[in-house]
Nanobody, 120 residues
């Protein structure tokens, strides 16, 4: 498995931006597709975006399309999520994970999460 550590969360006003980071160690990062999920209080964990192992393919959930951008740097074993035009409904704990697709069961390693709070 791969060990994942997120960072970059914080408090931002609506309309602002944040960039989340995920650094990996363990198995070869460059061979792993990666994704971001989020979980708001009282809600189930939901898919946000994912990226293929070489960064060629990306998938986004509809609510973040055009606002969020997932990217990766395999030379640095890192992945990021650029979040623009943030909305209060984006408030959640954000998790990076190793795997691909919209379903959590397709991911086999998870980070500890980083809190994102968007104030109105």
């Amino acid at each position: 498995q791969v060990r994942l550590v997120e960072s970059g969360g914080g408090v931002v006003q609506a309309g602002g931006s944040l960039r989340l980071f995920c650094v990996a160690s363990g198995r070869t990062f460059g061979s792993s597709a990666m994704g971001w999920f989020r979980q708001a209080p009282g809600k189930e964990r939901e898919f946000v975006a994912c990226i293929s192992s070489r960064g060629v393919s990306t998938v986004y959930t509809d609510s973040v399309k055009g606002r969020f951008t997932i990217s990766r740097d395999n030379a640095r074993n890192a992945m990021s999520l650029q979040m623009n035009s943030l909305k209060p409904e984006d408030t959640a704990v954000y998790y990076c994970a190793a795997g691909y697709g919209k379903y959590a069961h397709a991911y086999d390693s998870w980070g500890q999460g980083t809190q994102v709070t968007v104030s109105s």
